[in-house]
Nanobody, 124 residues
Framework: QVQLVESGGRLVQAGGSLRLSCAAS????????MAWFRQAPGKERVFVAN????????NYADSVKGRFTISRDNAKNTAYLQMNNMKPEDTAVYYC?????????????????WGQGTQVTVSS
């Protein structure tokens, strides 16, 4: 079993930056795809970014391309989401997810383990 714990969420002004962390425990996730999703109030949880086990493949939602960067440190069993030039529409609870196998996708169903989320609020 894998446990995921997100951290780093807080209130930030528009145009600012934030880095989220996702620490995995229970077993190594170095071969797992990792992803970030977010859920704004009253809306569905949507894909933000993902990264392959080796870190060579990344993919982003159009809304965050050029502003967000996903990365991972397999030695620390941790994934990150660097968010720059943040906008009020980035306000959401951000969730980390890990997928055991198969292709790296943006589909929620592809991920087996989820964290509890961390709140990110961007003020205008």
């Amino acid at each position: 079993q894998v446990q995921l714990v997100e951290s780093g969420g807080r209130l930030v002004q528009a145009g600012g930056s934030l880095r989220l962390s996702c620490a995995a425990s229970g077993r190594t996730v170095s071969t797992y795809a990792m992803a970030w999703f977010r859920q704004a109030p009253g809306k569905e949880r949507v894909f933000v970014a993902n990264i392959s086990g080796g870190g060579t493949y990344t993919n982003y939602a159009d809304s965050v391309k050029g502003r967000f960067t996903i990365s991972r440190d397999n030695a620390k069993n941790t994934a990150y989401l660097q968010m720059n030039n943040m906008k009020p529409e980035d306000t959401a609870v951000y969730y980390c997810a890990a997928g055991r196998g198969g292709p790296v996708t943006s589909r929620r169903a592809s991920y087996d383990y989820w964290g509890q989320g961390t709140q990110v609020t961007v003020s205008s």
